[in-house]
């Protein structure tokens, strides 16, 4: 999978940990780990991912 959208399956929430992890070729368990440790520290890290989540598109 060359671009970046957000797969049908395998979906936590929405799908974007699981699209940006095939993107670059991550464990998606690895990118999950990241976010949720993101989110202990101050900033706006939720309102990234919903960003995400309305910009990228979901796959056919």
């Known amino acids: 999978m060359s ?11 929405a799908g974007v940990c699981r699209a940006i992890a095939n993107r670059f070729g991550w464990r998606v ?8 440790v993101s989110c202990v520290l101050p900033g706006p890290q939720v309102l990234f991912y919903v960003v995400l ?7 056919p």
């Open 53 to 59: 989540w309305v910009l990228i598109p979901s796959a």
């Open 29 to 36: 368990g690895l990118v999950r780990l990241a976010f949720v």
């Open 3 to 13: 671009g970046l959208e957000r797969p049908r399956e395998g979906r936590m929430i």
